[in-house]
């Protein structure tokens, strides 16, 4: 399937308008155009996603479980236009040389740290390299993710500049206690297996949740292996005050083949990741905030492997300790109707800490050639905001914010961002935005590797300029969205003649949509697409993707079915470009055999694609898996 992505792209607007049209007279008259959808990543505090100029696509639980994928990722590529992901095998991304999960979101990279992944809010990544850790973000603990897909560095600061994926915690709603079982077991001995538990007494509630996964992958030399858990309490301590303890923690052993090329012997990886956070929430008519403690950790033991013809192995082993923790406070108010003020504080905390250990005696290596390559580092970041919303009317919303950070090696950034709302009609809206993003240098950047410079860096930047359109039709069961988008960005951290400097600069522009139509109560549909154009090409990141999905629910069986179409996704920049086109087609197929349980078989790449989204590690044909989940 190599259409020209451009044509698929204005095939689905025409699609998209033509439906609009059809039903536009009909929806303005109904109550079905004010259906609201709630969300928090872009303004901290819940508020009605009509009312923000930004762009967030929400996917909830029953999306997140829907295929029965412990990993949210794979899920998010699908129902999030302009979004993708890096993949390597049947399970597992694993970090260091050959990694995946890599998330893209416009030509913008977490592998670089531009786009942050947060944990209700608090900021998830690796402090000495400075990018998101894919194995880390587990189902069990999401109730739903919202992903901004413009620069959110007015709320988040550093590494916010591209987007970010939030996720959104599990809580309990109702009194009573909630157990679910989910196992599965499929192609080249993969197995997965999670449990969870739910309480809620009056004012108290936790979830409890606890994951093991493993597969030997299609590659020899490739398995991968992770265990891990959640935990979340928490008390109302009156009805305007709520704290809430969570902490996760995972772990995980990987093995990297190498390229089929140039494969390689014990190349195996050793990770723990951590996240911890203690807040303090409260509630009242007129405002509501929260203060937060937070801590993401990792202790990490890699050995670099060597190479499988005629190489020599390694005689020590690399690790990383890393920390990012900090203290953030915010505070919205609505002094008066329509007007939304939001303030806040943040000061964060980056450790990071590499060296190199002997694998036999387990002592420090202080050979020169090793210390070059060796940090230890300590940097703070603190940051004030405000950000104000005010209805004008019932049709116009302007918003207007600015953030100072100021980070203790790169100095201050100023970070400004503005929209406007206009709702026509009440069942659609237009949205255009600017906004800057940012991303301070990292700790590899500044102290680790002879590259090193923690003299002259200064932060990377962009700034965003976004107009959409978006509407809901008969009562709700159609919502359809459309956005273009321009970023341009300048100060990006490269490396030149040996030593990492701010040379870089981008230009990204693109056009996004998306459509989902509930058609009855048996079938649903739905569709997004991207396209994306960038002056200066970014591995992994596609010229074109879109997915067509459907789901159908009649008596006991549950289908799920879904078609992604990938074209012009580089593997390689530079002079030995590489672009990947392909098409892969998944189902799960659910059968409730009572009220407590029902059984799934899933299946992947059905069309048995050969396709690399890895220059070298070659993704596997057909798969399946088949389990059983039970609801106690």
Not at 366 to 393: C, F, K, W
Not at 560 to 570: D, E, R
Request: charged content about 15%.
């Amino acid at each position: 399937m190599n259409k020209d992505p451009k044509t698929l792209v204005a095939a689905t607007l025409a699609a998209t308008l033509w439906s609009a049209a059809l039903h536009a007279e009909t929806t303005d008259t109904i109550n079905g155009g004010n259906i609201n959808t709630v969300v928090v990543t872009g303004t901290r505090s819940a508020a009605d996603i009509r009312h923000l100029p930004m762009t967030v696509t929400t996917v909830g639980r029953d999306q997140l479980t829907a295929n029965e994928r412990t990993n949210i990722l794979p899920t998010l590529m699908e129902q999030v236009p302009g979004l993708s992901v890096t993949s390597r095998g049947v399970m597992g991304y694993g970090v260091s040389t050959g990694a995946a999960g890599g998330i893209m979101m416009r030509g913008l990279s977490s592998g670089s740290g531009q786009v942050m992944v947060l944990i209700d809010g608090h900021p998830q990544y690796n402090g000495v390299y400075g990018h998101s850790i894919a194995d880390s973000y587990q189902t069990l603990m999401a109730e739903r993710v919202e992903v901004m897909r413009s620069p959110a560095s007015l709320l988040y600061g550093s590494n916010a500049m591209g987007g970010v994926v939030n996720i959104v915690t599990r809580k309990m709603q109702a009194d009573g206690i909630h157990t679910n079982i989910s196992a599965g077991a499929g192609s080249y001995g993969t197995i997965q297996a999670e449990v969870s538990n739910q309480a809620r007494a009056g004012r108290f509630s936790s979830t409890v949740a606890a994951q093991y996964s493993r597969s030997d992958n299609h590659r020899p030399d490739m398995g991968f292996e992770q265990y891990g858990g959640y935990i979340k309490l928490n008390y109302e301590l009156s009805n305007n005050w709520n704290i809430y303890g969570d902490i996760d923690l995972t772990h995980f052993n990987a093995s990297n083949p190498g390229t089929v090329n140039q494969p390689k012997n014990e190349n195996k990886q050793w990770i723990t990741r951590g996240a911890a956070s203690l807040v303090l929430e409260n509630h009242y008519a007129s405002t509501n905030g929260a203060l937060s403690i937070y801590d993401n950790f990792g202790r990490h033991k890699i050995n670099d492997g060597y190479d499988a013809n005629g190489g020599t192995p390694q005689t020590d082993l690399f690790r990383s300790k890393d920390a990012v923790a900090g203290v953030s406070w915010w505070q919205s108010f609505n002094p008066f109707e329509g007007n939304h003020i939001t303030i806040g504080i943040d000061y964060q905390h980056i450790y990071g800490r590499a060296y190199y250990t002997d694998r036999e005696t387990n002592a420090r290596v202080t050979t020169p050639r090793r210390l070059m390559q060796s940090a230890h580092a300590h940097e703070n970041e603190v940051a004030g905001y405000i950000d104000l919303r005010q209805d004008i009317s019932s049709m116009f919303t302007i918003d207007a914010g600015i953030r100072y950070d100021h980070h203790s090696t790169a100095g201050g950034q100023w970070v400004p961002q503005a929209g406007i709302v206009f709702r026509p009609i009440a069942s659609g809206e237009v949205k255009a935005s600017v906004s800057k993003g940012f991303r301070n240098p990292n700790t590899r950047e500044m102290y680790l590797y002879g590259t090193a410079n923690s003299d002259s860096l200064h932060a990377e930047s962009m700034m965003s300029y976004e107009v959409a359109w978006s509407q809901r039709l008969m009562d709700g069961r159609i919502s359809y969205g459309i956005n273009l988008f321009l970023i341009d960005g300048k100060n990006q951290i490269q490396t030149v003649a040996g030593r990492n400097i701010n040379s870089g600069e981008f230009l990204n522009r693109g056009i996004e949509a998306n459509l989902t139509w509930h058609i009855n109560e048996v079938v649903s549909v739905n569709t997004n697409h991207s396209y994306l154009h960038m002056h200066t090409p970014l591995v992994a990141a596609p010229k074109y993707k879109g997915y067509f999905g459907a789901t159908l629910r009649k008596g006991d069986w549950t289908v799920n079915a879904g078609l992604q179409q990938v074209c012009g996704l580089y593997t390689a920049v530079g002079a030995n470009e590489q672009k990947e086109t392909f098409s892969l087609l998944g189902a799960t197929i659910t059968y409730t055999l009572n009220p407590q349980a029902r059984l799934w078989l899933r299946g992947d790449n059905l069309l048995a694609q050969n396709y690399e989204i890895n220059a070298g590690y070659p993704m596997p044909k057909a798969t399946f898996m088949a389990g059983i989940n039970i609801d106690l």
